[in-house]
Nanobody, 125 residues
Framework: QVQLVESGGGLVQAGGSLRLSCAASGRTFTNYAMGWFRQAPGKEREFVAS????????YYADSVQGRFTISRDRAKNTVYLQMNSLKPEDTAVYYC??????????????????WGQGTQVTVSS
């Protein structure tokens, strides 16, 4: 079992920044590729970014490429999502997820075994 707890969401104006954190506990964090997903009201959950166990590469949805940065800190068992130049369309509940043994490139939510409870991000225009 892996427990994931997100934090860092909130209300921000368009053009602003937020950093989301996802703290992991339980089974060895380094065995998991990690991802961030988001879900806006009335829409399906969508991939945002992912990172492999090594942290050596990163993957992004086209809609956030160049604005968001995913990273992980092994010592702190934490994954981050730095979000810059936020837009109103980024408004959603953001979830972190863990994929045991994955290579970090997985964009399908079904591949991820463990999920956090989500944190709300609201971007005002």
């Amino acid at each position: 079992q892996v427990q994931l707890v997100e934090s860092g969401g909130g209300l921000v104006q368009a053009g602003g920044s937020l950093r989301l954190s996802c703290a992991a506990s339980g089974r060895t964090f380094t065995n998991y590729a990690m991802g961030w997903f988001r879900q806006a009201p009335g829409k399906e959950r969508e991939f945002v970014a992912s990172i492999p166990r090594s942290g050596s590469s990163t993957y992004y949805a086209d809609s956030v490429q160049g604005r968001f940065t995913i990273s992980r800190d092994r010592a702190k068992n934490t994954v981050y999502l730095q979000m810059n130049s936020l837009k109103p369309e980024d408004t959603a509940v953001y979830y972190c997820a863990a994929d045991w043994g994955g290579d970090g490139s997985e964009r399908t939510s079904k591949r991820y075994e463990y999920w956090g409870q989500g944190t709300q991000v609201t971007v005002s225009s």
